[in-house]
């Protein structure tokens, strides 16, 4: 089975640039977060969606938005970068729910570099 | 406050020395308590979901244990392909949500 797929794997920009990140999540899977990771940290959250709503949305500018599209992938947009925003992106899927069903699975990420 | 906290920050090994990670939390309502691996670079990769105190799993030389406090990862006979980052996070009741939280991680080496 393929597990969390994301693209593009590695991107470079440039401050005031917009970029956005795509993440398709594992079959069966209906909730999809995204999370930011700068070096030596542990992922901080930025969104998650289920059923192509927004569930959660964790302590980032409006300049970031995501959504979720009926086959359940989904897209984060990052508008007029600033370095700051030089990370490792990371999407995770579940099924969503109670037990097993929580447990979130992650892609390979995507790392951002602003210049 | 709901906190995770993980111990040590960054641990060296000798292949074969056992030792055990640990992953505290303060929490109230756990849901669940889950271990990654992470290799420099890449996403976390899933390792256990533990959910109830006294539980335990193992995956190979992985061992996750929980209590009502903190949680163990207890790696015997380590090996050089297990260094990485291994990073806990803990999902608890908050209010009519349910919050995910994770710790720093802990940096293992393993030399050969």
């Known amino acids: 089975d393929a597990g969390v797929t994301q693209s593009p794997t590695h991107l470079i920009k440039t401050r005031g640039q917009h970029v956005t990140l795509r993440c398709s999540p594992i079959s069966g899977h209906k909730s999809v977060s995204w999370y930011q990771q700068v070096l030596g940290q542990g992922p901080q959250f930025i969104f998650q969606y289920y059923e192509k709503e927004e569930r959660g949305r964790g302590n980032f500018p409006d300049r970031f938005s995501a959504r979720q599209f009926p086959n359940y992938s989904s897209e984060l947009n990052v508008n007029a970068l600033l370095l700051g925003d030089s990370a490792l992106y990371l999407c995770?899927?579940?099924?969503?729910?109670?037990?097993?069903?929580?447990?979130?699975?992650f892609g390979p990420g995507t790392r951002l570099t602003v210049l | 406050e709901d906190q995770v906290t993980q111990s040590p920050e960054a641990l060296r090994l000798q292949e074969g020395e056992s030792s055990s990670l640990n992953c505290s939390y303060t929490v109230s309502g756990l849901r669940g308590l889950f271990w990654y691996r992470q290799d420099p670079g890449k996403g976390p990769e899933f390792l256990f979901t533990?959910?109830?105190?006294?539980e335990e799993k193992e995956k190979e030389r992985l061992k996750a244990t929980l209590t009502k406090k903190e949680s163990f990862l207890h790696i015997t006979a380590p090996k050089p392909e297990d260094s990485a980052t291994y990073l806990c996070?803990?999902?608890?009741?908050?209010?009519?949500?349910?919050?995910?939280?994770w710790g720093l991680g802990t940096s293992l080496a393993v030399n050969p």
């Open positions: 533990l959910y109830s105190a006294g």
């Open positions: 995770a899927s579940r099924m969503a729910g109670t037990g097993v069903a929580d447990t979130q699975y």
């Open positions: 996070a803990v999902r608890f009741n908050a209010g009519n949500n349910r919050k995910l939280i």
